[in-house]
Each structure stands twice: as structure tokens, then as C-alpha cells.
């Protein structure tokens, strides 16, 4: 199984500011992808980062507000820009290889004031 | 588009019981595949086990199973003999077809064992 790691595994930040998250998978992998779990909700999905194209965004996720880079197969990065409150959230990245399973990085716990 | 239903909130179960987290779904695909996942304080997701919707056994992993019945398209997540380190959230989601591999997850259930 794969071993996904992130960074920061948390971050508070101010309003106003971006934060970059990275998520690095300790073997090749077809398929990442970025999560985003609100308070008290369940994981909804950002987008898909492709690798060597653009990430494929879910409806009401825009790449202004959530760049994402994809450079490897082993690397990903996922940008949270021009952060509010509302931002304050665990992010995910996930990844899955060609057998079924999909594993999770341990999460950025973020925090904006 | 799918759905994925949790209808437990949370639950509460004396330690060495067993526990069944209920979990429907809805997709008009034929192929699809159902996941559990744990979810304890620290955030990260843990995965339990899967189910491919072309699978005709039911699914076991140790002290987890999945219940699982096509007709009334329901994937129950059964734990025998609970411990104290399964206190966590749970997670039902979905798969979509083969290709595009992104999960559509339930609300959750917060389980917590009783000493």
C-alpha cells in the first residue's frame, strides 16, 4: 500500500493569505487527488491532479481560489489562495494506484483568523 | 449522480460487542465499488475495506466485514468484538466506474465503545 505524507500537517494563517500544501506518495500512482474537510462535515472532493496537465476540479471549486500542481508521478501540490475564515478546514490529498485502493495523507489542519 | 447515506449520527456500544454502521447508496452504474474508512480524533482516514459491486462474496478484513446487499443497495460496515481503539468516526463512499476513481463519501457515524 502506498505511504502518502503532507505538509504542513497544520498552519494557522491570516486572513488574506495563501498556503501551499505538498503531498508526496512514496511510489508512482496514477491518480491523486485533493480533499477538503470542513468542521464537523464530511470529505468533499476538490479536484483531480493530473500529472502533466491541469488538475479537473469539481463544481464549486475554481482554480483561482485552488491552484493545484501535479509535476510527478509521486508529487502534488495543492495552494489555498486568498484564504478566508471559511477556508479553515482538514485537506486531504489521497492517491490510488491501478488495484482499487485509494489511501489518504494524514491531513493539513488549517486554521485562518 | 450518487449518493451515499449514513443514517447514524453516532452510536454508542459496549466494548466486546459487535456493531453494524449502516450505509445505502444510490447509482444507476452497474459498476461501482463501496469503501469504509475510519476516521479517529487525529483526522487522518484509515482505510477498513472494500466491496466491488461485481464481487459475490462479502467482504472481510480481521474484525471487519461488509454486509453487503446489492438488491437493496446497502453496504453495512460489521465490527465483531469492539475495542476501545475503534472510537472514531466512519466513513461509507463510493467509487465511481473504473477511470475516474474519485470517492463520493456518507456523513459519518461517530462510534464510541463503552468500557
Known amino acids: 500500500s502506498a505511504v502518502i505524507s503532507q505538509k504542513p500537517s497544520r498552519d494557522i494563517c491570516q486572513r488574506g493569505t495563501s498556503l501551499t500544501i505538498q503531498c508526496q506518495v512514496d511510489?508512482?500512482?496514477?491518480?491523486m487527488f485533493w480533499y477538503r474537510q470542513q468542521p464537523g462535515q464530511s470529505l468533499t472532493l476538490i479536484a483531480t491532479?493530473?500529472?502533466?496537465?491541469?488538475?479537473?476540479?469539481e463544481s464549486g471549486f475554481v482554480i483561482d481560489k485552488f491552484p493545484i500542481s501535479r509535476p510527478n508521478l509521486t508529487f502534488s501540490t495543492l495552494t489555498v489562495s486568498n484564504m478566508s475564515p471559511e477556508d479553515s478546514s482538514i485537506y486531504l490529498c489521497?492517491?490510488?494506484?491501478?488495484?482499487?485502493?485509494?489511501?489518504f495523507g494524514p491531513g493539513t489542519r488549517l486554521t485562518v483568523t | 449522480a450518487q449518493k451515499i447515506t449514513q443514517t447514524q449520527p453516532g452510536m454508542f456500544v459496549q466494548e466486546k460487542e459487535a456493531v453494524t454502521l449502516d450505509c445505502t447508496y444510490d447509482t444507476s452504474d452497474q459498476s461501482y465499488g463501496l469503501f469504509w474508512y475510519k476516521q479517529p480524533s487525529s483526522g487522518e482516514m484509515i482505510f477498513l475495506i472494500y466491496q466491488g459491486s461485481y464481487d459475490e462474496q462479502n467482504a472481510t478484513e480481521g474484525r471487519y466485514s461488509l454486509n453487503f446487499q446489492k438488491a437493496r443497495k446497502s453496504a453495512n460496515l460489521v465490527i465483531s468484538a469492539s475495542q476501545l481503539g475503534d472510537s472514531a468516526m466512519y466513513f461509507c463512499a463510493m467509487r465511481e466506474p473504473r477511470g475516474n476513481e474519485k470517492l463520493t463519501f456518507g456523513t459519518g457515524t461517530r462510534l464510541t465503545i463503552i468500557p
Open positions: 511510489s508512482q500512482v496514477t491518480m
Open positions: 489521497s492517491a490510488c494506484e491501478d488495484s482499487y485502493e485509494q489511501y
Open positions: 491532479a493530473n500529472q502533466g496537465s491541469e488538475a479537473t476540479y
